[in-house]
Nanobody, 126 residues
Framework: HVQLVESGGGSVQAGGSLQLSCTAS????????FAWFRQVPGNEREGLAS????????YYVNSVKDRFTISRDNVKNMVHLQMKSLKPEDTAMYYC????????????????????YGQGTQVTVS
């Protein structure tokens, strides 16, 4: 089992930046692919970005592609999401997730098969 804990959320003005972090513990070697999701109440959870074990295989959805950067530190078992040029529509609960799927899946843009999720961290942009 893998436990994920997000941190770094908060309130920021439009145009500002935030960095979210996700710390993994437990049987982390199965967590080959990490992703960040977000969810607004009443909406489905939306996959934003993913990163594979190698740290260089990544995927971004178009809405965040030029503003968000996903990275990982395999030594510390951490994944980060650097967010800049934040907009009010980025306001949501942000979740970290992990899966043992392959690099092809991890960079495919499919976000439907993630085994582990954290509890989330709230980001509010005003």
């Amino acid at each position: 089992h893998v436990q994920l804990v997000e941190s770094g959320g908060g309130s920021v003005q439009a145009g500002g930046s935030l960095q979210l972090s996700c710390t993994a513990s437990g049987y982390t070697r199965v967590a080959k692919c990490f992703a960040w999701f977000r969810q607004v109440p009443g909406n489905e959870r939306e996959g934003l970005a993913s990163i594979y074990t190698d740290g260089s295989s990544t995927y971004y959805v178009n809405s965040v592609k030029d503003r968000f950067t996903i990275s990982r530190d395999n030594v510390k078992n951490m994944v980060h999401l650097q967010m800049k040029s934040l907009k009010p529509e980025d306001t949501a609960m942000y979740y970290c997730a992990a899966t043992d799927r392959s690099v092809d899946y991890c960079t495919s843009g499919h976000f439907g098969t993630y085994n582990y999720y954290g509890q989330g961290t709230q980001v509010t942009v005003s």
